[in-house]
């Protein structure tokens, strides 16, 4: 693993700041909610305690009565303005909750109950596909005119019971010939009238009580107004099929303890108000969760504001969702949700709902405690869209700003990732360059004055390479140290055996001694030739340049070759013009010497040597080739080392491989350099001497 | 009379060697293993002819000073380097200070022999009138091979007793060319090719500073070297 890709592993561990920002936010959050909670509550508790101490005005009611739906028990909701009698429930003003009418025969209709001051307002709903129209006088015979009479025709029908105060029964029917405005009609019989005489009518009017019928495509809608004077305290209210075949709702026969009307408290929106601040609903229940009055408006902000924020792509990633949260619910101004029945078990409760709308809303509830009973509940609402937003802008922001810091980390480690492989990358390179393939050290590295570790790393390379170096020198001198020291004692061994040959010595004698002194004189050479190359170095250091023709000095040296080895055939190529160089002409003679010396001992007899001199730019290439074996790779790398050899022993005399070291330092004290290679044909080696012109 | 003859070595082996084989030619040979003990023999009686080795025991470049000192004694005495050390900067420095030949420690006892032989009979000739020399005129150059003087344009060249003998066996077949070997042999001394060619340097360099105009040893690349008049 490369150095930066380990620093942009280890940049890459700044991402642990947006998941830490993230889950600080998570918390802030929590704490928002929480204190918003607290806070929602509190006002709920203080509003609930508030309206403890004054029961009077928020339960009409002293019992604690059980709201039963079944039993035909209804809940009157509180109107605002006053409907008009057209069958549209609409200028009610408020939700569709309907109740659904109890049906024993899949009849079925839907029932709200309204009140104003004065007034108390019934509309039904009822699913009725075919109509039934009340007769009237001219569909009937002769006997039968007059009012329809409930229990003898058929006709669809509204029934209803009002209990008035002493506890009686008062029945209405309505029905109608025609769908429009109609009154309460009533018999006679159940208005208690005496039926002493025949021409009294059978049913009686009461136009008081008033009612709208609506045909629709499903069956009829019917919006009834009775004066609140009529009601007393139970109502019942049945729709029944013309054929008699269905029927949905209530009777006091069936129910006698049902119809119950549970209104709202008057009053009690008004003192409601006082207690709230702006954004938020408050909503008195009684213990049957039913609304006994309400105060306030959560502030709906418009859809599309919170949208964009909401959006956003990391949304997913905070897991932050609003749509798993429980949806409020009302039915039959039945308030629903866990707050609600909390509440009313005598605990407070905060909960987060969702709205019909989808919006966010932090309910919380308390409840109203009189006389260590839970008569009911204070239900607060309050919009939570505004935290929300809020919630989003902090994360957006902390996003925003920790991606942005995350990003310049590894931007900035990616950076100083690549300086630094670009200092190792030199010093690495500085050192694979330190030691020369003709094992020439270079003592300076880069980044050495660098005070970091790299620089001591530069700098142990150096002190390394100063060690290397001071003993690649004791090896290099070692030669002509021991060339020297060996010198002496030999010496010694020779003037004895010459003082020993001065001696007269018997023939026996002088063999050995003969033998003695071909041993001391092959020690000399090689001793000679072991101090041979500090010998060539220092009279090349000491050379004195010139300008000379090249090409003369090389057609006249191998002229005298020619002469010198009669036995070996030169080919000769040189240039036209002639070729002037500045050097030393006589170590180029004596580069020259080597070089065909070299080819004259491994060409075979019949090969040939061929000499060549070409310009090229810059320089001029002297090129000598032989037709002897091919030098195997790795012996080529070392040729022009001092002391190496490579031979395969044609002659008995010591070679210490000096000659192209010579070679090489000539070459190299012209600022040229040596080669060698095998040639392309296979046959031979050619070395190539380059030198620069002038 | 007996020459007397000054062998300064510090090895004692060589020294009795050397002692021995001088000795055997005919010569009076006093022995010194130090500069010290040489130089208060010196101081009195002076050889007639002095080897020294370089150097010396604990002084490395002792044969140096004694050579200072003896030059300073006398400047006639003739003095040989005789030495293991065989660079060419050891060479120039002897030279320089006065000796009147470099030999290597290579050189045999016969060739050593014959060196001295022919010191002596330089100084011999030099002593003796002008007779039936045997003289080499070549153009400027005159050599006298008994006394193994020579001279440029009537001036004295300093030639050791090798470089002498380079120019000598140059100059008596000039146009022909003396290879490195034969130069060699013509000197009585065993050197190595870049000896031989810093020698001839050496000779360039001497002639040079009497005629600067001088270029009658020509180099022949590949071959050697040859006088041209």
Known sequence: MSIRLQLLVVALTTLVLPWAGCQYARELEAALRGSQEQSLLASAGTIANALSAQPQRVFRNSDLRSFDARGGDLYVHPLTNQPLLDGYREDWGIPWEPTVLPTLNGYRARLQAGSTERYLYLYAEVDDSHFDPEPNDAERGPADRGPADPDKDRFDRVNIWLQAADGSNAAYFFGTTAPGLTAAQRTAQDAGTAQTDDDSPRVLTEPRIQAYWLQTAQGYHWEARIPLSFVAGRLWLEVRDGNGKGSAGSTPTANADGGRLFFATDGLDGLLSTFIRDGTRATVIDTNALALGSAGNVSTLPVGASEDTRSSWYGALLDIDASNLPTLTATGGKLGGNSVHTALSGEPRAEWVRSEEGQMLLTAAAPIIVDHVARGAVLLEQNAEQMLQLRDRAFTRLFDLTLTATATAVVVMLLFAAWMTFRIGRLRNAADAAVGSDGSIRLAMPESRSRDEIGALARGFERLLARLNEHTQYLRTLGGKLSHELRTPLTIVRSSLDNLESQGLQEDQRSYITRAREGTQRLQTILTSLGAAARVEESIKQAERVSFDLRELIASTVAAYRDGFPHSSFALQLPDDPCFLRGAPDLIAQLLDKLIENAVDFCPPAGSISISLAREPGHYALTVSNDGPRIPAEVLQHLFESLYEHRNGRDDKPHFGLGLYIVRLVAEFHGGSARAANRDDGGGAVFTVTLPMI | ?229
Not at chain 2, 27 to 42: E, P
Request: glycine share 4%; hydrophobic share 45%.
């Open chain 2, 1 to 229: 009379m007996k020459k007397n003859i000054a062998i300064v070595e510090d090895e004692p082996a060589l020294r009795e060697n050397y002692a021995a084989a001088l000795a055997r030619h005919g010569y009076a040979v006093k022995a010194y293993g130090n500069r010290h003990l040489a130089m208060q023999a010196f101081r009195v009686r002076l050889p007639d002819l002095a080897i020294i080795d370089i150097s010396l025991e604990d002084e490395a470049e002792g044969g140096f000073d004694l050579c200072r000192d003896l030059r300073a004694s006398s400047a006639e005495l003739p003095i040989i380097f005789l030495t293991a050390r065989d660079s060419e900067l050891d060479a120039v420095s002897g030279l320089r200070l006065g000796a009147d030949d470099f030999l290597t420690k290579d050189v045999s006892l016969p060739h050593l022999a014959a060196r001295v032989a022919a010191l002596f009979r330089r100084i011999d000739a030099l002593k003796r009138p002008d007779n039936a020399a045997e003289i080499i005129r070549r153009g400027a150059l005159m050599i006298d091979g008994d006394k193994m003087q020579t001279t440029w344009n009537a001036v004295a060249v300093t030639l050791s007793l090798t470089e002498f003998w380079i120019v000598y066996a140059l100059a008596r077949n000039p146009g022909h060319v003396k290879n490195r070997q034969q130069l060699m042999d013509a000197a009585n001394v065993v050197l190595d090719d870049n000896t031989i060619t810093s020698h001839i340097k050496r000779v360039r360099r001497k002639f040079l500073e009497i005629d600067p105009a001088f270029d009658a040893i020509q180099t022949v690349y590949g071959m050697g070297y040859r006088w041209v008049e």
